[in-house]
């Protein structure tokens, strides 16, 4: 069985489209999702977006996808303990992903990781058992502390904690983070 | 030393299916699926997935696939509007196999219309008793006679009775005939203990007849093995000897649930096989398909597009 760890919707996005009264809706991405991976034989797929594209691929398609709630500005967020804790009671949801060091929108959060302004996120992962997805090329040493703080925190690194094309220029150097990546003993 | 690296072959698929949702502006047939426990699964099929022009685009991206024809599937009936939607928007990736009521007041004015439109050609299937007593009856002469006077392709699929195409192309013999899935019965037609290759000889033996072409559809359904599906390749081998590789059509019958493998894998059991030469495979893979439905490829460069001649290969 092959599962594809991340896919996102495509941008631009495709539309919404009713599937009829009393029935559900369905979103034309998941359907295209679907195709492409029937195309090359991937047999699952987590999804990485916003609540109602993840809910709604699962929801049509619940042996083929899970999803990843994405929160793209973690700070507008009401109640996080009560959020977070919600999250795997959400139909399909594994976890939820934050992008410190490349926010969709507002600021870089790397600072905000560096001097534990997130760490409430990641105490209520770990008290209500949900996996958390970082990615945060450039901020790899600060993984460590937080490893240390929440270890019983399942805290996953995307991409390698790199910086991957388009962030940076693809360059021959490109993973020299790769020692950083695999330190076990950060100060 | 170096070989010089062979240019990517085109690849058409001979046969694909897509839809949308069913709504206002290309509404399905109501009455499909009613009829017994298979149509009614067939409507589930087009249900549980929405195979619109993105997600097939994507598919066809990822498989390696150029162009298509798009055949009408079952659920919009005689309604060619959908697909006709798609090759106006896609003009270079697609066109249209459609289908049509024989009994229709303006039928021969419709084929007659078929040029130009995007529509290359009309969809039979005779695939139970009913259907074949209507053919032989007569009840698709008057469709059959129009597509011969006016020069439009018909795709038959004539299962287990793929013999009474002599028939056909003795009374219409000016008529391009296209034997869908081989002539043969596949999946899920094919009955427990059936042997699918049973009327291969049939099919063989129309390749005297010029006007009969072949597309080399879901084959893949009538493998036993994974792929590549080596054991399809010595019935394969007797159907190239017999028409040419400039009278065979491949494709992949997309969206076929029955289909063992990927899309992707439905290509590359024929544009990766050893069986074939590079001669082979651009004929079988597009360019039979191209002359046979009379699509030109269009080249583009530098943004200016120019239609390139039509394959120099002929129809025996």
């Known amino acids: 069985m092959i599962i594809d760890a991340q896919i996102h919707r495509p941008a631009p996005a495709l539309p919404w ?21 029937d195309a090359v034989g991937v047999d699952m797929a987590i999804v990485h977006g916003d609540y109602a594209f993840c809910e709604a691929a699962h929801a049509r398609y619940p042996t083929r996808f899970r999803g990843i ?114 330190q076990r003993n950060m100060a | 030393m170096m070989l010089p690296a062979q240019p990517p072959v085109e690849v058409v698929d001979a046969q694909i299916h897509m839809w ?56 919009y009936g005689n ?26 007041m303006d039928l021969e004015q419709k084929v007659a219309a078929s040029h130009g439109s995007g529509l290359v050609g009309y969809r039979i299937v005779i695939a139970n008793q009913d259907s074949y007593e209507r053919l032989v009856g007569g009840y698709f002469d008057r469709l059959l006679a129009a597509a011969a006077d006016f020069g439009v392709p018909i795709c038959i699929y004539l299962p287990r009775r793929v013999a009474h195409v002599r028939d056909l192309s003795r009374r219409f013999p000016t008529l391009s005939i296209t034997l869908d899935h081989l002539g043969l019965p596949q999946p899920p037609l094919v009955q427990p203990g059936e042997d699918a290759w049973e009327s291969l000889p049939d099919v063989v033996a129309l390749a005297e ?73 651009a004929l079988v893979l597009g360019g039979t398909l191209r002359h046979v439905f009379r699509w030109r490829k269009v080249v583009r460069q530098n943004g200016v597009s120019a239609s390139s001649s039509l394959p120099s290969c002929g129809m025996k």
């Open chain 1, 17 to 37: 489209v009713e599937l009829g009264e009393g029935s559900q809706h369905i979103n034309e991405d998941a359907e295209l999702a679907l195709a492409a991976m």
């Open chain 1, 69 to 182: 709630v994405q929160f793209s500005d973690p700070f507008g967020m009401k109640n996080v303990q009560d959020e977070i804790a919600a999250v795997r009671g959400r139909p399909g949801l594994l976890g939820f992903r934050m992008a410190p060091a490349a926010p969709r929108a507002g600021p870089n959060l790397l600072p905000a990781l560096q001097n534990g302004q997130l760490d409430k996120f990641f105490a209520a992962a770990q008290a209500n058992d949900v996996p958390v997805l970082l990615f945060v090329p450039g901020g790899l040493s600060h993984i460590h502390r937080i490893a240390r703080s929440f270890p019983n925190l399942t805290l996953i690194i995307d991409h390698l904690g790199l910086p991957p094309p388009p962030w940076v220029p693809l360059k021959p150097n490109l993973l020299d983070g790769i020692p950083e990546l695999l």
């Open chain 2, 20 to 75: 949308e949702v069913d709504g206002p502006d290309h509404p399905w047939d109501a009455n499909f699926g009613t009829e017994d426990a298979a149509a009614a699964a067939t409507r589930a099929h087009y249900t549980g997935r929405i195979v619109g022009d993105h997600a097939t685009l994507t598919a066809m991206a990822v498989a390696g696939v150029d162009a298509a024809l798009i055949v009408t599937p079952a659920i």
């Open chain 2, 79 to 104: 309604d060619n509007s959908y697909g006709l939607s798609v090759v106006a928007g896609y003009p270079d990736r697609f066109r249209l196999i459609g289908r049509i009521d024989p009994s229709t």
């Open chain 2, 209 to 281: 007849i010029p006007t009969v072409t072949v597309k080399l559809t879901a084959v893949p359904t009538m493998s036993s093995q994974p792929h590549p599906h080596t054991d399809l390749w010595p019935y394969l081998h007797r159907i190239l000897r017999a028409f040419g590789p400039d009278r065979i059509m491949w494709g992949s019958d997309w969206t076929r649930p029955e289909s063992p493998g990927t899309y992707r894998e439905g290509v590359t059991y024929i544009s990766e096989t050893d069986e074939l030469g590079p001669a082979e495979k």
